[in-house]
């Protein structure tokens, strides 16, 4: 049976929300544990949530996700997946590179600073963070939106329905009131 145009946008809504949560954790765990920096929030809403993580996850599943699923050989070597971990780092590159220059504007200042690394623009963008979005974006798109998949896909419409609605509230309430916390 065709799911309906409803249910997949609850879907992605839900993978948005689960990515962009797991982008924050792991911020704070680089900040915290990696790098002992001590803590700091690293979303821009009171939630815990990196929007700019939910919103690449979601580009590269539209961009990528049938293109996964293709055998492009190179003899008896199937190298899709390189060219898929090439497209991630391509594509998070430009979404971090794009999301610096809306933080900018909106707020005066972008929350990273790539400065001290090889081959930096502007401290906006870098190789190093660069591969490991490429890193990030193959568990992301190979291993955990398969699992999501797998628990989303025995769920019924109204379930998923219900917890897209009550988080998609929650996640409004915190764009609008924000700055007023």
């Known amino acids: 049976m065709e799911k309906s145009t409803l249910r997949k946008v609850e879907e992605l809504f839900l993978f948005f929300l689960a990515t962009s949560i797991i982008g924050w954790m792991y911020e704070?765990?680089?900040?915290?544990?990696?790098?002992?920096?001590?803590?700091?929030?690293?979303?821009?809403?009171?939630?815990?949530?990196?929007?700019v993580y939910g919103v690449g996850a979601i580009v590269l599943?539209?961009?990528?996700?049938?293109?996964?699923?293709?055998?492009?050989?190179?003899?008896k070597v199937n190298i899709t997946p390189v060219l898929v971990f090439i497209g991630i780092m391509v594509i998070?590159?430009?979404?971090?590179?794009?999301?610096?220059?809306?933080?900018?504007?909106?707020?005066?200042?972008?929350?990273?600073?790539?400065d001290r690394f090889w081959m930096n623009f502007e401290g906006r963008i870098a190789p190093n963070p660069s591969f490991r979005f490429g890193i990030g974006g193959m568990v992301m798109l190979y291993i955990f939106y398969p699992l999501f998949r797998k628990i989303i896909d025995k769920r019924k419409d109204r379930n998923v329905a219900i917890v897209a609605a009550i988080t998609a509230v929650i996640f409004l309430l915190d764009c609008i009131f924000h700055n007023q916390i």
Do not use: H, N
Not at 68 to 74: A, H, V, Y
Not at 95 to 104: F, H, K, Q, T
């Open 92 to 114: 998070a590159t430009a979404i971090e590179l794009i999301a610096s220059y809306i933080m900018e504007w909106t707020t005066g200042d972008w929350m990273w600073d790539y």
């Open 61 to 75: 599943l539209l961009c990528l996700g049938k293109f996964m699923k293709k055998k492009i050989r190179i003899g």
């Open 28 to 51: 704070v765990f680089l900040e915290v544990v990696v790098y002992r920096w001590g803590y700091s929030d690293r979303g821009v809403l009171i939630g815990p949530y990196c929007i």
